[in-house]
């Protein structure tokens, strides 16, 4: 896996002078240098926004990594991608494992209700944008080109890449507490209510047809 954390940076105010060699004959930092230390600067503040240090610094630049931004279209493994597959499942089960021990009495009908609206894009898109983690997100120039739209469809998979990096830098404990930290406020507050009162009684409601209004066969 190649290190991507450089690319995590943000770039430099336009304009910016470069320094040059003073009068005394000094020579400046090297450029390579500076990017170093600009890089790891910018990967700091992102794990602290995300509360866990990376072992390996490269997870935590594939989990911001579009597949815009590679060089080479087949190798998408080097993207968000894997790490967002692997982040969806572990966030499903630390999150299924929260509402069983939250509500002892709900049955399989409502906790599987309350796990679908806290795993949800949109949930994730909502953390990912609390944490602030939308200026570490990797565009090449196609994903920067297609705008809000793309940058709003991406987001939830970046927060479960970041998930699946971190299961995979720090394991479960790690995992599971990155989950706690930023849903369990919103276990506990469900923005949507768990059944739609159109569905509650579908037996009662009339069957459209073709245009005609036919009731439903009671068996």
Avoid at 9 to 28: I, L, M, R
Avoid at 182 to 210: C, F, G, Q, V, Y
Wanted: net charge positive; charged share 30%.
């Amino acid at each position: 896996m190649n290190d991507e954390t450089a690319d995590i940076q943000t770039t430099a105010p336009a304009g910016e002078a470069s320094p040059h060699p003073d009068a005394g004959g000094e020579p400046a930092a090297p450029k390579k240098k500076r990017s170093k230390v600009s890089a790891k600067a910018a990967q700091a503040a992102i794990e602290a926004r995300i509360g866990h240090k990376f072992a390996d610094p490269a997870l935590l630049a594939t989990a911001f990594t579009h597949v815009s931004a590679l060089k080479s279209a087949r190798k998408r493994g080097d993207s968000y991608q894997r790490l967002e597959f692997l982040g969806d499942h572990v966030l499903g089960l630390i999150v299924s494992d929260m509402l069983y021990r939250a509500f002892p009495k709900a049955d399989e009908g409502e906790l599987s209700k309350r796990l679908a609206d806290l795993v949800r894009k949109e949930t994730c898109a909502d953390v990912a944008k609390s944490l602030g983690l939308l200026e570490g997100i990797k565009l090449g120039a196609v994903g920067a080109g297609a705008g809000a739209r793309l940058r709003t469809s991406v987001i939830g998979d970046i927060c479960e890449a970041v998930i699946g990096a971190v299961f995979l830098d720090g394991g479960y404990p790690a995992a599971a507490q990155f989950v706690q930290r930023n849903w369990e406020e919103r276990m506990r507050t469900l923005k949507r209510p768990l059944r739609d009162p159109k569905t509650k009684n579908p037996s009662a409601r009339a069957i459209r047809h073709r245009g005609r209004s036919v009731q439903p066969i009671v068996k």
